[in-house]
């Protein structure tokens, strides 16, 4: 648990460094992250904020720096300094086709939300069976090769040989090795129900505890899930980089909806400015 000193420092446990990574415009943003360096941390922005129990200095760090004008944070450190562990320097732990044991190419299993237009890949070498998504998905809603519809072909939400939920296209008719296909498609659910996932408190929600295992309950996002109904935002998009970290990941999908977020921030995520 962090460590609070009335004086208007913050340190982590044992004084452990924080790893602070703020990305804005303007002179608050440009302050703070030579503001929050090295083992400790001295606030001038909120130094009324930084004194009592160690939770309110961790609601302090969060809130004070989106008080700050700063359009996006990510806090990390030791892993007792705050309340949520995130990896943040870990890839994004999407699975690899080589899972398969037989497959065409070597290439990272996406994961898709909303209304998304992709490539799929072979899931076989027959030219007919090509994989969507590394999960069930809603629909499929057209496909095209080389840029011409084709309604022959068949939705299969089903299990790969390793147990794991999957969606594959089936064609009626092989393609080659030199067609290009694009398939439209409604991604990823909400398994309790049916819902597509596009709320960004849902995708967020989704990527921290599904696809990183992390122990985030969909109602620690209520908040941040209501902001972004209220406002009618809505996210579409593929995750499809095994090399892209958590920290990067999620700054992204925060970019996208006008959102901050931090591990130690209750609720995890806001719209920013909060209010």
């Known amino acids: 648990m962090a460590e609070t000193e009335n004086d208007g420092y913050i340190s982590g446990k044992n004084g452990a460094a924080l790893d602070v990574v703020v990305s804005g415009q303007g002179t608050a943003a440009a302050g703070i992250s030579a503001m929050f360096s090295g083992a400790q941390a001295r606030s001038v922005e909120y130094p009324g904020a930084v004194s009592g129990r160690p939770e309110t200095s961790r609601d302090a760090v969060a809130f004070g720096l989106v008080n700050s004008s700063v359009s996006g944070l990510v806090i990390g450190g030791d892993p007792d300094t705050f309340g949520l562990v995130i990896p943040l320097s870990d890839p994004v732990p999407l699975r690899n086709s080589t899972v398969w044991g037989q497959f065409v190419s070597p290439a990272p299993l996406p994961v898709g939300y ?28 057209g496909l095209t090769r080389d840029g011409v519809a084709d309604t022959q072909y068949t939705l299969e939400n089903t299990i790969d040989g390793e147990g794991h939920a999957v969606s594959l296209l089936r064609l009626a008719t092989p393609a080659t090795t030199k067609e290009t296909l694009a398939v439209t498609v409604r991604g990823k659910m909400r398994a309790e129900t049916g819902e597509l996932l596009t709320n960004p408190a849902d995708i967020l929600w989704d990527l921290l505890a599904n696809l990183c295992g992390l122990p985030v309950e969909y109602g620690d996002l209520d908040a941040f899930r209501s902001e972004c109904r209220e406002l ?17 990941q999620i700054d992204e999908l925060m970019a996208s909806c006008g959102g901050v977020w931090s591990g130690g921030m209750p609720g995890i995520a806001r719209i920013y400015p909060v209010v």
Not at 232 to 248: K, Q
Request: hydrophobic share 40%.
């Open 232 to 248: 009618g935002i809505e996210l579409h998009g593929v995750l499809e980089s095994d090399t892209v970290t958590v920290r990067a």
């Open 114 to 141: 909303g209304t998304i237009t992709i490539t799929p890949i072979p899931y076989d070498n027959t030219g007919r069976v090509y994989f969507l998504l590394d999960h069930a998905i809603q629909a499929v809603d």
